[in-house]
């Protein structure tokens, strides 16, 4: 085992829309919060990959916070797929 932290995913969402032109994933959170700044995890069959909320819309209105029952645009850097799961990673 390595000298690094170690993190806890919990799953709070998934993904139900992707807008490549605009590279932003359309999640619907189904448990906690997502807040500005938070780190995501991103996890389908080719979808693997980590980046932290820069940057939130709920119905074209920029927000810091989305809770379940949200539906949110989040900009992502990677191309994520319909049904991928959304966990937020806690150390």
């Known amino acids: 085992m390595s000298g ?10 998934v ?22 700044g938070d ?17 939130m819309e709920i119905e074209k209105q920029a927000v810091e916070q989305a809770r379940a029952g949200d539906l949110v645009g989040v900009k992502v850097k990677e191309r994520v797929r319909e049904k991928d799961k959304v966990y937020k ?3």
């Open 15 to 36: 993904v139900v829309n992707y807008y490549a032109k605009l590279g932003v994933a359309a999640l619907k959170v189904t448990s906690g919060t997502i807040k500005t």
């Open 39 to 55: 780190l995501l995890k991103y996890k389908g069959y080719t979808t693997d990959f980590i980046e932290a909320v820069t940057i």
């Open 4 to 13: 690094g932290k170690i993190m806890a995913e919990d799953q709070i969402g």
């Open 89 to 91: 990673v806690v150390e």
